[in-house]
C-alpha cells in the first residue's frame, strides 16, 4: 500500500483507549466510552474528543462497538524467523545451531525471501502492529525485500541487514568491509523511504558474532547518519562468558558496546537478563533503551529480566515479541508475558502498564514518543480498531480482556498515518498466531 496520507479529514467513531500523555513509565490511560477520532489530511490527529452530534463536519466512520487505541509497536521482532515459530531445539546458542542459522542461509534465494516477507508483514499488521523494529538477515537482497514488503503494506518500519563476521555458518558470514558497503547502500536506498516511515538499524546480531573491527565501523556508520542501533545483551549465561572470552578487552558486555561506540541514547538492547548494576548504571548514563522479550525468554529458557532494575534508573523499556522464539507476533501475547514474567519476581504489573508499555512506552523506547504511542491532537495517526464481545463494559473489563484474553477480542482495522493497512471482514475468524 502507499504510504500517502489520507486525502482529506476523515472521522471514526468509537470507544476510546489510550495512554494519556508522558505516561510511558506510568499505568495511566484515558477512556472514553463514546468518541470522535480526526485525522487531517497530512495523517495527524487533529482531535480525539468525547463525541457529540454535528461536531464533524464530513463523513464519519461509525466503528462501535470497536475500541480505538494506538496501533501495537513491536521493538524487536526477526523477518527471517517467521516460519520456525516453536521450533523447540534447545537454549539459545543451541537453538541457534539447529533452527535459527539454517533456515536464514534459506533467504540468500530472493524468491523466498520476498515469499516470506509477505506472510511477515501481513502477520503483523493482522496483529494491530503498526510499527515493528526488525532484524533481516545478513543478506542485502533479503533486506531489500523486507524493506519493499513493509512499503508495500503501509507500516511503519525501522530493519536492518543483520551484522556477522565471525562465530556463524559460512552461509551468514560476511566481512566486514563488504558488509558495511551494503549497510551503505542499503542506507542510501531506504532509509527515510515511504515518506519516512521506513528507517534503516545498524544491526550487530550480538557481539558474539561480530569482530571489534566490524562493530567499530558500524558504529561510525550509524553516527554518520543517525540510525539507531539494535542489537541483543545478556540473554543467557553462557551467551555473556563466550563474549567476554571472544571480547577479553571490555570489563562486561555492556562495555563491549561501549567502547566500540554502539552504546548510545539511540541504542536499543534486546532482553538485558543478566546485567550488572555496573551495567545498568552505564545504559542509563547512556541514555540507551532496553527491549523486554518475556514470552522468548520463557520459552529459551533464558531467565527472567527484572524491570524494577530498568525503572529504578529511568532506563526507558521497549517491548518486543521476539519472534521467532515468541510463540506469536500478536503483542497482546507479549504483554501477558509481562505479567507473568514479573510475577515470577514477586511484583504484580497493572494491565493498564502492560497495554502503555506496548505503545507509548515502547515508542519512547525506540525514539519515536513525540510522533506515536498515544491518540493525542498532533502525532501522526497510527491506531487499531478492537472489536470485544458487547457486554464487556468500561475500561477495566476492556484492559483485562486485551490483555489476558486476546481470543476474545479482534483487530478489526489497523491504520498508519490514517490510511488502512488492514482490514478483517466481519464474521471472519480472528487472525491467531502460532
Known amino acids: 500500500m502507499s504510504a500517502r496520507p489520507p486525502e482529506s479529514p476523515r472521522a471514526y467513531r468509537g470507544r476510546l483507549l489510550t495512554p494519556l500523555a508522558a505516561s510511558s513509565n506510568g499505568d ?10 480526526v485525522v487531517g489530511s497530512d495523517g495527524r490527529i487533529v482531535e480525539a474528543a468525547p463525541f457529540a452530534p454535528g461536531a464533524f463536519r464530513g463523513p464519519v466512520l461509525d466503528l462501535r462497538p470497536s475500541v480505538l487505541m494506538p496501533g501495537f509497536i513491536d ?25 535459527v542459522f539454517p533456515e536464514e542461509a534459506r533467504f540468500r534465494d530472493d524468491g523466498y525471501a520476498a515469499l516470506v516477507a509477505g506472510e511477515f508483514t501481513a502477520r503483523l499488521a493482522a496483529s494491530g502492529t503498526t510499527t515493528c523494529v526488525v532484524f533481516s538477515s545478513s543478506c542485502a537482497g533479503a533486506t531489500d525485500q523486507l524493506f519493499d514488503a513493509l512499503l508495500r503494506a503501509g507500516l511503519r518500519g525501522i530493519a536492518g541487514l543483520t551484522l556477522m563476521d565471525q562465530n556463524c555458518p559460512e552461509a551468514l558470514c560476511v566481512p566486514r568491509d563488504d ?16 515518506g519516512g516511515l521506513l528507517e534503516f538499524a545498524i544491526t550487530p546480531r550480538f557481539a558474539l558474532s561480530c569482530s571489534r573491527g566490524l562493530m567499530e565501523a558500524a558504529a561510525l556508520l550509524a553516527h554518520d547518519h543517525d540510525l539507531l542501533v539494535q542489537t541483543h545483551v545478556a540473554e543467557t549465561p553462557a551467551e555473556g562468558e563466550a563474549t567476554l572470552r571472544e571480547h577479553p578487552w571490555a570489563r562486561d558486555y555492556i562495555d563491549v558496546y561501549d567502547r566500540v561506540g ?11 537478563i543478566h546485567l550488572t548494576p555496573r551495567e545498568w548504571d552505564r ?33 526507558s523499556v521497549g517491548l518486543g515479541s521476539d519472534v521467532g522464539a515468541g510463540r506469536s507476533f500478536d503483542m497482546r501475547r507479549s504483554m501477558s508475558s509481562a505479567f507473568d514474567n514479573a510475577l515470577c519476581l514477586g511484583d504484580r504489573l497493572l494491565p493498564s502498564a502492560l497495554f502503555v ?3 507509548q512506552g515502547t515508542a519512547d523506547a525506540i525514539g519515536l514518543g513525540l510522533v506515536i504511542g498515544s491518540l493525542e491532537a498532533g502525532k501522526e495517526a497510527d491506531f487499531i480498531a478492537v472489536r470485544f464481545p ?25 491504520f498508519v498515518r490514517g490510511r488502512p493497512v488492514h482490514l478483517r471482514r466481519l464474521g471472519a475468524p480472528p487472525h491467531h498466531s502460532p
Open 28 to 37: 495511566r490511560v484515558r477512556y472514553l466510552d463514546d468518541a470522535l477520532l
Open 75 to 99: 521493538a524487536h521482532v526477526h523477518f527471517p524467523q517467521t516460519r520456525i515459530i516453536g521450533s523447540a531445539s534447545g537454549s539459545l546458542l543451541d537453538w541457534l545451531e539447529r533452527s
Open 179 to 194: 558488509a558495511i558497503a551494503m549497510a551503505r547502500d542499503l542506507v542510501q536506498r531506504w532509509h527515510g523511504a515511504g
Open 262 to 272: 554502539l552504546l548510545t541514547g539511540r541504542a536499543l538492547l534486546a532482553h538485558g
Open 283 to 315: 545504559l542509563a548514563e547512556a541514555r540507551s533503551s532496553v527491549v523486554h522479550c518475556p514470552d522468548s525468554n520463557f520459552f529459551l529458557g533464558s531467565g527472567r529480566m527484572r524491570l524494577a532494575d530498568a525503572r529504578a534508573r529511568a532506563v
Open 357 to 359: 508499555m506496548a505503545t
Open 390 to 414: 458487547e457486554h464487556l463494559l468500561g475500561e477495566a473489563e476492556l484492559l483485562n480482556h486485551l490483555v489476558f484474553a486476546p481470543e476474545t477480542a479482534a483487530v478489526h482495522r489497523a
